[in-house]
């Protein structure tokens, strides 16, 4: 159901992430997001999956790594998105589940998800994580945008 996107695949990858984009309201052009995603792909440290019913992609999911000094590699989930018509079917837990095995294959102590207000209120996504094992790391993420 769930796996790694080949190079072929990043146009429907692409293609996902930017209707994500569009029903959620973000910010990011098809061409950055096309950018983006094959650098996603291209780069060892960074996953892109698709989740695939009856042959038709139905989700992706991106995961980048980081290193730090207390944790050492930790992986986060930036993107998750299943269509509203496979919603509540298990796609997003598989999804979850698969990025959580490749942060182990890539030797991550952990792995995080921001959730933004807008997905907490639109979908209640501290719910749906925290069945999944995550908790509240007490963080605050302050961002400053580099021109």
């Not at 996902?16 to 997001?33: A, P, V, Y």
């Not at 807008?118 to 908790?135: A, I, K, Q």
Request: some cysteine; glycine content about 10%; charged content about 20%.
């Amino acid at each position: 159901m769930v796996r790694e996107v080949k190079e072929p695949e990043t146009g429907l990858a692409t293609a996902l992430l930017s209707r994500f984009f569009t029903e959620e309201g973000f910010s990011g052009t098809r061409e950055t997001i096309a950018v983006n995603t094959r650098r996603l792909w291209a780069d060892p440290h960074h996953w892109v999956a698709l989740a695939w019913l009856d042959g038709i992609p139905v989700g992706v999911v991106t995961v980048t790594t980081m290193l730090y000094v207390e944790w050492g590699c930790l992986g986060e989930i930036g993107d998750l998105y299943v269509v509203p018509e496979a919603r509540r079917g298990g796609v997003a837990t598989a999804l979850v589940d698969a990025a959580k095995a490749k942060c182990r294959e890539l030797g991550c102590s952990a792995v995080s998800v921001t959730i933004t207000p807008e997905g907490e209120t639109r979908h209640g996504l501290t719910s749906f994580y925290r069945r999944l094992g995550f908790f509240g790391s007490g963080r605050t993420i302050v961002t400053h945008t580099l021109t």
